[in-house]
Nanobody
Framework: QVQLVESGGGLVQAGGSLRLSCAASGLAFSTFSMGWFRQTVGKEREFVAVITWKSGSTYYADSVMGRFTISRDNAQNTVYLHMNSLKPEDTAVYYC????????????????WGQGTQVTVSS
């Protein structure tokens, strides 16, 4: 049915960059807002960024503002997370998620999730 597949994670030094991708299938991609979340050991999954289906507006967590950029290609059913100036505290498993709501940051409101991709930032 609905499938979200993340890719692009890896190991990078502090100050470096990575681009994560999430390919979606089984849903009307253009009518879903797409979010990125992350989770570290011992912590709950937290909001990182979202791009809305309604206008393509983008919103970010304070911790990544100015460093990360979320974008989407509706023709390819793909959402991206460009991560710059990475810090060790950005180390986490990053998850792609989809919601039919316009703009929401709550994990509980996203019914569809990818499997996650590991991002490790060394100091």
């Amino acid at each position: 049915q609905v499938q979200l597949v993340e890719s692009g994670g890896g190991l990078v030094q502090a100050g470096g960059s990575l681009r994560l991708s999430c390919a979606a299938s089984g849903l009307a991609f253009s009518t879903f807002s797409m979010g990125w979340f992350r989770q570290t050991v011992g912590k709950e999954r937290e909001f990182v960024a979202v791009i809305t289906w309604k206008s393509g507006s983008t919103y970010y967590a304070d911790s990544v503002m100015g460093r990360f950029t979320i974008s989407r290609d509706n023709a390819q059913n793909t959402v991206y997370l460009h991560m710059n100036s990475l810090k060790p505290e950005d180390t986490a498993v990053y998850y792609c998620a989809a919601t039919p709501l316009f703009y929401i940051r709550s994990v509980r409101e996203y019914p569809y999730w990818g499997q996650g991709t590991q991002v490790t930032v060394s100091s």
